[in-house]
């Protein structure tokens, strides 16, 4: 399985970003894809899931009403779409691949079998 993250860059506050995981190899619909990222002198963390194959979504409070994860199965990509983008929104975002069937495990890394490599998403103030 791969995963190939795109669309970082640099955005004022209050600007829009859209990013792009494109999955391939031995994957599926069923899979759950997340977004996570990592600032600079802090733990990874959790931002957003797509569960499975259902329509079930999963946010972090802090992006909560800002951001919106979508999935376009026949082209076997998610996007991400950050509006409202904060200062603190800055970091390196991952995406990656869950095969757990269990919703509230999704908000760990550990849930994750396989990442890709990440885009730095900046927002200047």
């Known amino acids: 399985v791969q995963l190939q993250a795109s669309g970082g860059g640099l955005v004022q506050a209050g600007g829009s970003l859209r990013l792009s995981c494109e999955v391939s190899g031995r994957t599926s619909s069923s899979d759950t894809i997340g977004w996570f990222r990592q600032a600079p002198g802090k733990e990874r963390e959790f931002v957003s899931a797509t569960f499975r194959s259902t329509s079930v979504t999963v946010y972090a409070d802090a992006v909560k009403g800002r951001f919106t994860i979508s999935r376009d199965n026949a082209k076997n990509t998610v996007y991400l779409q950050m509006n409202s983008l904060k200062p603190e929104d800055t970091a390196v975002y991952y995406c990656?691949?869950?095969?757990?069937?269990?919703?509230?495990?999704?908000?760990?890394?550990?849930?994750?079998?396989?990442w890709g490599q990440g885009t730095q998403v900046t927002v200047s103030s």
């Open positions: 990656a691949r869950s095969v757990s069937v269990i919703l509230s495990t999704l908000r760990f890394a550990r849930a994750y079998d396989y």
